[in-house]
């Protein structure tokens, strides 16, 4: 695995996140520059929209600059667990309706993947949501990052923000997964290589035949952890995947943004994945990557599929190919949360639901489930988790004496059915 | 702006559900309850210790993690008077920034938990007085600077109307 590092030149080729800033902002822009951009998407949370909306009374705002390009999510604590976030979750609500702008209420899923489903966004976008994991819709060649509560009224109010142009460092992935190594498996593989600051206020390109090869559920959950290497956007070029996954949301026409042949790049990290095991980030930080052969038979009492990283169909569908016809370790709580109603009904379609269900699994709201520590699961003191989300911190599940090991759905799958963290390959032959 | 204090030292890589938990954060907008909680994973008496202005010191990447604005506001509730940092993750400097929290890029090796230190912004040095020692700061992007002027972006906001940020160019 080699790095090389360009040393800078005068040249005018841009990166993809150049070029969309530069579309947003009428002027070619290049790294380290300052501009006042277009939004064309804005998304919040119900962790984060309660602090914006008190920002945008405070601002002065009176109308949100176009109630059809924003909305807000009820996703992190759906439904309310107790009165307080009942109280901020109404104000949500109230605000929604009173500046006629697109409320997805409990049970709708979580903002990650509503947004694409949206298809409000595709390639070329620009948008700002209050969640450190707006990255995520970089798998469809967006621009897309996290800011907070005050920077999102001041968006939702001018319909414009400002940004430092950031370096890219380019992630070329080259082969094919094997069998039983999955997208998760590859993004935990860099964040261990780059560390979790390694990519701080850049953007990261990922390319190469491995994304290439990825379903476009696989680029999500790629482009989604490229916060936990400090990157404020993880970028991916657009291909027919991405087009044919867009048409079944909408008609809408994005063109394709590729970065040109002479962009520059901060730094250039090569990767052959052809011989890459399934990984796990072990407690407490995400970057304490190991592969899965290193901690098999740890004890795990908690199992979780779902989150913004991995409740997609595929997911579920992976999980419940391992899990048909058998029984979840009886000391293991195995938690599903689907990450849409879509999903969760494709699911039920598809009969992996019944599946799961089957084999032991308690399904949650679609939403963020138990992965933030607000309600559906928290773990005991001295518990093991294994979980499919992106986060692995202490305290993170609500319980800072607990540990959580962050891996893929089949990695997961695996270990709820042996009650201790477990090779998926030893349940899956070929990837599905 | 000069602040005053003292130094609580914590490590690397401190991120905003050890600033504070989600447990808490989604439940209320009271900062003042919310700042009670402020570090209590990496040190659970951290409130109790604080003397107004003092300073949070911590090495790379401080505030990673969640977008939540509650972790600069809880801290600014909490009395601190500025975050230290070799670096700071991006969407935490952009919030402490827009909350009108102050944040300071420097080498934090030179300061032990304990030290009194004098910070002045717009001289851009830290005197650290228990060491006699000075600290350079590496300096705030103009645009930051004007934010934080103008006392937060919502201020920003209510004086112009929207981003304004012409005079820097
Ligand atoms: S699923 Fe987890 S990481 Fe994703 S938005 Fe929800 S709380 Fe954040």
Partial sequence: ?432 | MELQGKAHKFGNDVNTDYIISGKYKFKTLDMQELAKHVMEDLDPNFYQKINRGDFIVAGTNFGCGSSREQAPLAIKHANIGAVLAKSFARIFYRNAINTGLPVVECNTDLIDSGDELHVDLAEGVIKNKTKGTEIPIKPLPQVMIKILNDGGLASHFKKYGGFNFDQEG
């Fill in chain 1, 1 to 432: 695995m080699k790095t090389t590092t360009e040393e800078r030149g005068i040249n005018l080729g841009q990166t993809i996140i150049e070029k969309i800033l530069s579309a947003h902002s009428n002027k070619h822009v290049q790294a380290n520059e300052i501009v006042v951009a277009d939004v064309d998407f804005i998304m919040g949370q119900d962790g984060t929209s309660p602090l914006a909306i008190r920002a945008f009374q405070e601002m002065g705002g009176s109308d949100v600059f176009d109630p059809n390009r924003v909305a807000l999510v009820i996703d992190h604590s759906a439904p309310s667990p107790n009165e307080g976030v009942s109280a901020l979750h109404k104000l949500m609500r109230e605000f929604a309706r009173a500046k006629g702008v697109r409320l997805y209420d409990i049970g709708e899923g979580v903002c990650h993947q509503l947004v694409p489903e949206s298809g409000m966004v595709g390639p070329g976008s620009l948008v700002i949501g209050a969640d450190s994991h707006t990255c995520t819709y970089g798998a469809l060649n967006a621009f897309s990052t996290g800011v907070g509560s005050t920077d999102l009224a001041g968006g939702l109010i001018s319909g414009k923000m400002w940004f430092k142009v950031p370096e890219t460092i380019k992630f070329v992935c080259h082969g094919r997964l094997p069998a039983g190594v999955y997208a998760k498996d590859l993004i935990l593989y860099l964040i261990g290589d780059v560390t979790a600051d390694g990519a701080t206020y850049m953007a990261a390109e990922y390319t190469g035949e491995a994304i290439a090869a990825l379903s476009m559920e696989g680029r999500f959950t790629v482009a989604n952890m490229a916060v936990e290497m400090g990157a404020k956007a993880g970028l991916m070029e657009a291909d027919e995947k991405t087009f044919a996954w867009l048409a079944r949301y909408t008609d809408r026409k994005f063109s394709p943004v590729v970065p040109d042949a002479d962009a520059h790049y901060a730094l250039v990290k090569e990767y052959d994945v052809s011989k890459l095991e399934p990984q796990v980030a072990k407690p407490h930080r995400v970057d304490n990557v190991c592969p899965v052969t290193d901690v098999v038979g740890t004890p795990v009492q908690q199992a979780v599929i779902g989150t913004c990283t991995n409740g997609r169909l595929e997911d579920l569908a992976v999980a419940a190919k391992i899990l048909a016809g058998r029984k979840v370790h009886p000391d293991v709580r195995l938690i599903v949360a689907p990450a849409s109603r879509r999903i969760y009904l494709e699911a039920i379609d598809l009969g992996v639901l019944q599946e799961l269900i089957k084999a032991g699994a308690a399904v949650v709201t679609p939403g963020c489930g138990p992965c933030v520590g607000t309600h559906n699961g928290i773990p005991s003191d001295g518990e093991n988790v294994i979980s499919t989300a992106n986060r692995n911190f202490k305290g993170r599940m609500g319980n800072s004496n607990a540990n959580i090991y962050l891996a893929s759905p089949a990695t997961v799958a695996a270990s709820a059915l042996t009650g201790k963290i477990t090779d998926p390959r030893e349940y899956i032959k070929e990837n599905i």
